[in-house]
């Protein structure tokens, strides 16, 4: 197979970007906004070994879960992947992206436990409560932008039909207030202007908290914070300054408080959280409370058991299962986050849990070390997976169940083959937190073998 090369693919299934897969000769070709069931004219743009890329020319049969996509920026800003497939199918789709992964990286035969069906996000708009938009100097004005997929081509972004309303609605005033005070964005080609992006937090409440990432420091910038927090929803405004251009973090080493409150309070269930511009939050504040109640559920708590959360962030998951455990620990690398995670167990009065402040590949095997025993042990990693060095100090630890909170189909099937030596896996719930995109949220059950 060759560039340019041009036939008709039956599209079999859905990549883990959305893309439509077929096979050619047992090769899998990737053509982006294809659906499985579909049939469609296709050019090879590139060939890599074993894969081979491809772009449709026509749809030779059109699936009947195709729609057409609600946001005029789709397929340009590289944020959804999936909004052309109805959420049903998509519901389906990400249920068999898990079995997939399963199937690929693993000798597990996924019909030996179950699998429930996807539970869906009652919001499959307007869900995210968190932005961070770079800030692009055009020749109308300035703008906030996202990135075209793989690439460092800004796309003015006036409203996101994933992000909250409020949180739009904060974006255009910022840059209207920006404007108004000559304040510009930073351009790298000149060095002039100085603020690189904006990033808003809120919750259900419609508060939110701003944060001005800035290229270097400006004694002006707090004028700029006390324009914007006259914005009746903006509750404080941070800068951080980062003047890494090279990497793509967007928040500087630290974050200074310029203006208003420290944080604001998101409730999930019956738990309240600070949320700060730098700790980790789930982005969908309403379907988080749908995944957390399925660990609970999962977790089997008789308010007998100790519970470790580990990589537990601000305690979100720790704090939820307090009441029904007997003590909950949690381990987070973050110091900012493990801080918040103690003054969100005070602030909720829950005195049965204690958070601590380390790598947890390194406190798990510390603390089995000292003796410490847990009934349940919940991890919820990064994308990244489990390390070898925690799986490893987990079947050590014979603890008698694990709960896996995954957001990666990929890294959870390959840590499931090692913990299946021991572990028998009784259940996956696949849940959607990020409606019109193809990121598949996982809650596992897995129980020690006799
Ligand atoms: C997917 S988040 C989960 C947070 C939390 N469970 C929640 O629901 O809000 C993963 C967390 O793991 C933390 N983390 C990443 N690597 C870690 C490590 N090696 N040890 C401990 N925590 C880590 C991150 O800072 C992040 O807060």
Redesign the pocket.
């Known amino acids: 197979m060759k560039d340019n090369d041009r036939f008709i693919l039956d599209i079999k299934r859905l990549g883990i970007n959305g893309e439509g897969i077929g096979f050619y000769n047992r090769m899998a070709i990737f053509v982006p906004n294809a659906i499985p069931g579909e049939g469609h004219d296709i050019e090879i743009t590139s060939v890599k070994g074993n894969m081979a890329f491809g772009k449709s020319l026509e749809i030779k049969n059109i699936s009947k879960d195709r729609k057409v996509p609600e946001c005029p920026y789709y397929g340009n800003c590289g944020g959804c992947n999936t909004m052309h497939i109805s959420y049903e199918k998509m519901l389906e789709e990400k249920r068999n992206l898990l079995i997939e992964a399963i199937n690929r990286y693993t000798k597990i035969n996924p019909k030996k436990f179950e699998i429930f069906q996807t539970i869906g996000s009652a919001n499959q708009f307007n869900y995210r409560n968190r932005s961070q938009l770079q800030v692009r100097k055009y020749e109308d004005g300035l703008h906030v932008c996202m990135l075209k997929e793989n690439s460092n081509i800004t796309v003015p972004i006036n409203d996101c039909l994933v992000q909250k309303n409020i949180i739009n609605d904060i974006n255009e005033k910022i840059i209207e207030i920006m404007e108004k005070m000559g304040f510009d964005a930073y351009n790298h080609k000149n060095k002039n202007g100085n603020i690189r992006y904006i990033t808003i937090r809120a919750n259900k409440k419609n508060e939110a908290l701003v944060c001005l990432v800035c290229y270097k420091k400006n004694d002006n910038i707090k004028n700029l914070a006390i324009e914007i927090n006259k914005i009746p929803e903006v509750k404080g405004v941070y800068e951080s300054i980062n003047s890494n251009i090279k990497e793509n973090t967007i928040l500087g080493e630290t974050i200074n408080h310029l203006v208003g409150e420290e944080y604001i309070i998101e409730e999930i269930g019956k738990i309240k959280y600070q949320i700060y511009p730098n ?4 982005l969908n504040s309403e379907q ?1 409370e749908e ?2 109640n399925r660990v609970l559920k999962v977790c089997k708590l008789s308010r007998k058991e100790t519970v470790l ?9 720790g704090l939820f299962l307090a009441k029904m455990s007997k003590e909950v620990i949690g ?4 110091k900012d ?1 493990i801080e918040c995670a103690n003054k969100n167990a005070q602030l909720n009065k829950i005195n049965n849990a204690s958070f601590y402040h ?4 390194i ?1 798990l095997p510390k603390m089995l070390n000292e003796g410490k025993q847990f009934d349940v042990i ?1 991890v ?3 994308r990244t997976g489990l ?1 070898d060095k ?1 799986m490893k100090a987990l079947l050590e630890s014979n603890v008698k169940r694990i709960v896996y ?1 995954s ?1 990666n189909p990929s890294t959870l099937a390959k840590n499931l083959e090692v913990l299946s030596s021991k572990y028998n896996i009784n259940s996956i719930t696949p849940l959607d937190l990020f409606p019109q995109t193809s990121n598949v949220e996982c809650v596992c059950q897995l129980v020690l073998k006799n």
């Open positions: 700790t980790f939050f789930q988080a995944l957390f959360d580990a990589y537990c962030g601000v305690g979100a998951i381990i987070e690398n973050n986050s380390g790598d947890a590949s406190l919940v919820d990693p990064p390390s925690f909170v957001c």
